[in-house]
């Protein structure tokens, strides 16, 4: 029986194959693990492209990190990343793309995923289900202190005045964390 490799490609050997070359490649599904568990990397994104990550088979690979910086400045066109339709995973990605006139979106190859709107930057906690990304930090809300059209009165009351750098981070349910006061 030969190996075979999970949806991120750790090798699982089969047994008594690859005898005398089992060091190191455990020490390389441990490193992917590790990765997996808490790892970051850098992706770069391009004008109007779309950056595929893939699993790489018995090897390291960004869709195997749990941390995922987007890089790059926009000039000329929105940015796609994907990942496999059959994979179940979740990562915390950062959207540190220059903050252009151009979205950010991050999907697999067949279905929907989520989007940064032009000019909108910060980090999202996004999640597979082998069909579709969904962003599993939409209803957190965003924890806020006074300054930046925040303001407070009494123990209860808070204000929100016009302020178009906070519109992006109030959830689409007006959910908001106050904390810090």
């Known amino acids: 029986m030969a190996s075979t490799y999970t949806n991120l490609g750790i090798q ?4 008594g194959e690859k005898a005398g ?9 441990w490193d992917m693990i590790e990765n997996i568990a808490g790892g970051y990397t850098t992706q770069a994104l391009a004008d109007d492209d779309t950056v595929a990550l893939a699993k790489a088979e018995g090897a390291e690979s960004v869709l195997a990190t749990r941390v995922i910086k987007l890089t790059g400045t926009l000039s000329a066109g929105n940015a796609i990343v994907t990942v496999p339709d059959s994979i179940e995973n979740w990562w915390l990605v950062n959207n540190a793309e220059g903050g252009s006139t151009y979205t950010v979106t991050f999907k697999t190859v067949s279905g929907t995923g989520v989007s940064w709107a032009a000019g909108v930057t910060g ?33 209860t009351t808070v204000t929100v ?19 810090g006061f």
């Open 161 to 179: 005045s016009a302020n178009p750098a906070m519109t992006p981070y109030i959830s689409t349910t007006g959910k908001v964390l106050i904390m």
């Open 123 to 155: 980090t999202k906690l996004l999640y597979t289900d082998g069909t579709n990304v969904l962003d599993a930090s939409g209803d957190f809300g965003i924890a806020v202190s006074a300054g930046n059209g925040i303001s407070t009165s009494g123990s």
């Open 21 to 29: 070359t089992w060091g190191t490649l455990t020490n390389t599904n």
């Open 12 to 15: 699982k050997m089969a047994t």
